[in-house]
């Protein structure tokens, strides 16, 4: 009887540690949900350089019909933007949309952008997105953050799936004790 427990709750563990590390593989803002769009955007290049021309394609994710896309860019200089009016983008497929953006101030040294779209009537907006320009004798990579001047980490997922696989030595750890203490 003890036996049966012993794998049972091993069996538990194994199954936590798969649910954590899948649930946190598939991310929320992947998953396309009933109501607001899910919007992924590229830029080419993804490194690009003052007074070039980016272009912007937008892929979007929806249940709903989506009836106008705009991206609106700013050339920012020391926390000051430049005013800039938003540009209808072309859609390229059902899901896709695209615009060329000349950048055009010779100071600039980042961008911000984000997209406005428009679906079943009603205007959603996505947070802006900071993007450092390089300069054309500049070897270091743009630094992307996320609108409030706090970089980006990839890897959460990383710690997510080391917890778990903790989790599950922990448990076995556990049970190998309590079997060697009977």
Avoid at 20 to 34: C, E, G, K, L, N
Wanted: with cysteine; hydrophobic share 40%.
């Amino acid at each position: 009887m003890m036996k049966k427990k012993g794998k049972t709750i091993g069996a538990i563990g194994i199954m936590i540690c798969v649910f954590v590390v899948f649930s946190s593989m598939v991310s929320a803002d992947q998953v396309p949900i009933t109501g607001e769009p899910i919007v992924n955007i590229i830029l080419e290049p993804q490194e690009p350089v003052i007074k070039s021309d980016i272009m912007f394609t937008a892929t979007i994710l929806s249940e709903n019909t989506i009836t106008d896309v705009r991206i609106v860019v700013q050339e920012c200089k020391e926390g000051l933007c430049y005013l800039r009016n938003n540009e209808s983008m072309t859609k390229i497929n059902t899901t896709t949309y695209q615009k060329m953006i000349p950048l055009i101030k010779d100071d600039s040294t980042y961008i911000s952008y984000y997209i406005e779209l428009e679906s079943n009537g009603q205007w959603y907006t996505y947070p802006a997105v900071n993007l450092t320009l390089k300069t054309n004798g500049d070897s270091q990579n743009g630094n992307i953050t996320n609108g409030n001047g706090h970089h980006k980490t990839p890897g959460f997922e990383v710690l997510l799936f080391i917890i778990a696989v903790g989790v599950l030595i922990g448990i076995e750890i556990i049970y190998l004790v309590k079997k060697r203490l009977r």
